[in-house]
């Protein structure tokens, strides 16, 4: 078992940056896949960022390509995501979810374990 535990998100202005914490505990395995994901009322969930634990390598959907920030603390066992620029369109809530190492990364089924999520807000 693995339990995931989002935090960081919040209510911000459009333009403001948030960062979201994932903190992993449990049978975490050292090339494992974290992923964020995201759900906006009324919408399906969607691939947001991914890092492979093993060698760091990071992928990101378009829509937030040059302003989210994948990173790892394997210390802590720990994936940040850091939202710079945000805009109304980026409300949604947040999950944190890990899996095998060689997943394709948009694949929300191929994720194991998933976390309770945290909401993220952002005004206009």
């Known amino acids: 078992q693995v339990q995931l535990v989002e935090s960081g998100g919040g209510l911000v202005q459009a333009g403001d940056s948030l960062r979201l914490s994932c903190a992993a505990s449990?049978?975490?395995?050292?090339?494992?896949?974290m992923g964020w994901f995201r759900q906006a009322p009324g919408k399906e969930r969607e691939f947001v960022a991914a890092i492979r634990w093993s060698g760091g390598s990071t992928f990101y959907a378009d829509s937030v390509k040059g302003r989210f920030t994948i990173s790892r603390d394997n210390a802590k066992i720990t994936v940040y995501l850091q939202m710079n620029s945000l805009t109304p369109e980026d409300t949604a809530v947040y999950y944190c979810a890990v899996g095998p190492p060689q997943i394709r990364v948009g694949a929300t089924l191929k994720y194991d374990y998933w976390g309770q999520g945290t909401q993220v807000t952002v005004s206009s």
């Open positions: 449990g049978r975490t395995g050292s090339t494992d896949t």
